[in-house]
């Protein structure tokens, strides 16, 4: 296969392990405020991505860093056109970082709730901007000639991108409630989890197929027949989802949450393919992996790097899960650490 | 001021704030991993119970310190496409791999086991808890190392080829051995190992003055920490002279201006102080040192060192008309506060290394006082290292091959960048602010009882 394939799919699985990892995290920090009162509580829902949001978050680092190794045109234009919005998510996800950090080591309430803010706000942001992005780049962006952005901040919002905003939001709040439920010994916090997760569960149905006839009306990703499959059967999976949590089967609640991510982005790829950022100007003018791709010989270093260590860092992040396999009761909440 | 000018000083900004945090990281990871490893080892039950709890204790500060290092640096990785998309765009097939590899390498190690070290006390064997703040450590510091081969190229090209009006990667290895790596990353490595040091040795020493129960304990770690930092501070000065040899041939525009050397000279004085001039292309005054930068470039007391002048023609003849001369004063000012802080340090780590070795540590209060107070010194000087190594490059973005002119990203307003410069710089205050305010509550809440002594 040709190695410009090879690093869309690499890309691909990237970020469909960012979505379905850091899914649960914003998910559940956005969350936080909202599923109990109780600060020990919080401290217990806290607990359950504590030891593993940051190498969660690494995905995306990394998908960004193969991005620019692989498509360094993609990475260039990408991040100068989200300007604006990727400022926001940074100020988001620098919040959350440090009130991950800070959180805990103050017995005040109020520094307590006021970077449980920070995390909520850290989360849904990010959360929200990824949903814009990626309808942004399957609609199509004003591309020019010379691979520039010549639209505004502005232009990055249109009621389609809105909408994908509020699915993706409402999407990874249901895959962190399902999340909890699956992470948690505290029964009385699991059924909350399981409100919220009905809750947001219902207004998410209605954004995803909102979302779903917009693509259908405003991109080409039906065209691609992987594309469109996967899109349905991400609508299918997350209804049958949303039914095991009403059933109280949150097992299978979880893994159909997360199939809805996965097929969702692997929708997304293939109707780009083999795009990787559409120019609503002239589709001459889209960035492809060829004409915004590396050169052979870097390609070919960055594919044997990456056949040989990620396998590695799958191994020992799924030790992570392993060790922590077990679910957080509030006694673990009470060690300090 | 225009976005060019914003873009730089954001990306400055931003970077010295970063960089503030990283060399705690590379320096304290190294020290904590020590330290437990001397819990691990130890068969005597009061220094196992001490050197745990010093664990615990600097483990903590190494976290918060942690946290902040990391999300300042996502930002500097999503820079270079959102402020330098033709930077990005011009280099990215050579600069884009070193940073997927710290990725891969790194930053996926540090993170995933910085996790399990935080929460696998009660999970994990000693000796498996304690291997995971050493791939941490490993982790951060080969981080390090991949971020200075990418911006080692931007310093001195090297395995690199000119297609389509693109730099492109044609040998790996030799973007990798470039000897500018060398240098950088010794450099950087043994800066943080001096840092981290005198962090430790600063807390230290606060402690022993003002909490008495702990005094075992801190004894301890400011002896470790005193050693730790001189260790560190001779690999700077070690690293130090080797690279500005190197740059004689590397960059000579960047080695004469440090020196503020107009005219070539055989051999070249060493100036202590002198007042620039850059428009007459000369100092006004200076008081120099005969023979002795030839000395230092050349172990010997002779041999030509280029000038500026000299320097500035031979690249209008080679990249066509232009000023080719960095900020020489800002540069000749920051190297002598740079080695005038390192010197000073040097002197601090062996003084109190040699008198806790002795054990009449206590008998010295005043230094025990002053060291809290000169931790702004190690800051001072790895800040203005990088502006010496970041400053002497310009005007090229890519020494030769870019100017910094020509890699911002055109379709950016002076508006956007405004509001993300002053957006950056508040918050990353403010959080320094809590993170400094969450640190000395826990140094001074902490306490480690001294529950008798190993004979």
Known sequence: MELNVIWFILIAVLFTGFFFLEGFDYGVGTLLPFISPNDDERTQVLRTIAPVWDGNEVWMITAGGALFAAFPHVYATMFSTFYLALFLMLVALILRGVAFELRGRHPSICWRRFWDGAICFGSAVPAFLWGVAVTDLIQGLPINEKMIYTGGFLDLLTPYSIVGGLTFLLVFLVHGAAFLTQRLTNIGLIKKAQQWAQRAGAFAIIAFVFCLLMTLIKTDLFQSCIGGTALLAAGVFFILGYRQMFRAHYQSSFILSSLTIVATTLAFFAGLFPRLMVSSLNPAWSLTIHNAASTPYTLGIMTMAAAVLVPIVLIYQGWTYWIFRQRISPKDCEETH | ?455
């Open chain 2, 1 to 455: 001021m225009d976005a060019l000018l914003l873009s730089r000083w954001q990306f400055a900004i931003t970077t010295t704030y970063h960089f503030l945090f990283v060399p705690i990281t590379l320096g304290l990871s190294i020290f904590v991993a020590l330290l437990e490893t001397c819990f691990v080892m130890t068969k005597r039950p009061h220094w196992k119970a001490a050197s745990k709890r010093l664990v615990r204790f600097f483990g903590t500060i190494f976290l918060i310190n942690f946290a902040l290092g990391v999300v300042t640096g996502i930002v500097q990785e999503f820079h270079f496409g959102m402020n330098w998309s033709e930077y990005s765009r011009f280099m990215g097939d050579i600069f884009g791999a070193p940073l997927a590899l710290e990725a891969l390498t790194a930053f996926f190690l540090e993170s995933t086991f910085l996790g399990i070290w935080v929460f696998g006390w009660n999970k994990l064997s000693e000796k498996l808890h304690c291997a995971c703040i050493w791939i941490v450590a490993i982790g951060s510091n080969l981080s390090a190392f991949w971020i200075l081969v990418a911006n080692s190229f931007m310093q001195h090209p090297a395995g690199f080829a000119i297609e389509n009006g693109r730099a492109v990667m044609t040998d790996f290895l030799a973007l990798v051995t470039n000897p500018y790596v060398c240098g950088e990353y010794s450099h950087a490595l043994f800066a943080g190992i001096s840092t981290g040091g005198f962090v430790v040795l600063a807390i230290s020493a606060w402690k022993l003055l003002h909490d008495e129960a702990s005094r075992y304990a801190f004894t301890q770690s400011l002896k470790g920490g005193a050693i730790f930092m001189a260790i560190g501070l001779l690999g700077v000065m070690g690293s130090g002279h080797m690279h500005t040899q190197y740059l004689a041939t590397a960059n000579p525009m960047k080695l004469s201006s440090i020196e503020a050397l107009w005219e070539t000279a055989d051999p070249a004085p060493f100036a202590i102080a002198a007042d620039v001039n850059m428009e007459k292309s000369r100092n006004d005054a200076e008081i120099a040192v005969p023979g002795v930068f030839s000395f230092m470039l050349y172990n010997k007391p002779s041999g030509e060192v280029r000038g500026i002048n000299a320097i500035q023609k031979e690249y209008q003849t080679k990249y066509g008309p232009g000023d080719y001369r960095p900020d020489v004063p800002a540069l000749f000012w920051s190297f002598r506060i740079m080695v005038g802080a390192g010197g000073f340090m040097l002197l601090l780590a062996l003084g109190t290394a040699l008198l806790s070795w002795k054990g009449r540590i206590l008998s010295f209060p005043l230094l025990l006082k002053i060291l809290p107070f000169l931790l702004p010194l190690p800051f001072l000087a790895n800040s203005t290292g990088w502006f010496i190594t970041e400053a002497g490059r310009q005007p090229w973005i890519v020494v030769g091959l870019q100017r910094t002119a020509e890699a911002i990203s055109p379709n950016l307003t002076a508006c956007s960048v405004w509001l993300t410069l002053i957006g950056f710089t508040v918050l990353y205050l403010l959080l320094i602010l809590a993170a400094l305010y969450i640190a000395f509550r826990h140094i001074k809440n902490t306490t480690i009882p001294d529950e008798g002594r190993d004979l």
